[in-house]
């Protein structure tokens, strides 16, 4: 693995690891206020983020266009603005930046699926 595959799956298992870490910490304390920003750093940091470096580690050519290295920027942008979020939607503390988070995060989602469209199916060819 290497290039955008690689970059992915390493903020991939950092996102697993911290969640996990806050998942100890939540159950240690008791407070489970914060688990639904808990649980979209699992889902979109480890989840989603490992299934794409799996599809650019499949599929070199994709990897290696601009619009996936965009993708995966985007990805990884909307990751680290949505949880922190989250957070402070949660805590009251306003609701911007996870509305921020999300865009990005449809966004590269939006840019995935054209890129498995049209990447994709050139790996096929």
Not at 24 to 30: D, H, R, W
Not at 69 to 82: S, T
Request: aromatic letters at 4%; charged letters at 5%; proline letters at 2%.
């Amino acid at each position: 693995m290497k290039g955008l595959a690689l970059l992915l799956m390493v903020a991939a298992a950092v996102s697993a690891l911290i969640g996990m870490a806050w998942g100890i910490q939540m159950s240690a304390t008791g407070d489970h206020s914060l688990s639904p920003a808990h649980a979209h750093l699992n889902l979109l940091g480890w989840v989603s983020l490992a299934i794409f470096a799996v599809f650019y580690h499949l599929v070199p050519a994709a990897a290696d266009s601009l619009l996936a290295k965009i993708q995966g920027g985007v990805a990884i942008a909307g990751l680290m603005l949505i949880v922190p979020g989250i957070v402070m939607a949660l805590t009251q503390s306003g609701e911007t930046l996870a509305k921020i988070g999300s865009v990005l995060t449809i966004l590269s989602m939006l840019l995935f699926v054209v890129v498995i469209l049209t990447k994709g199916r050139a790996a096929r060819a």
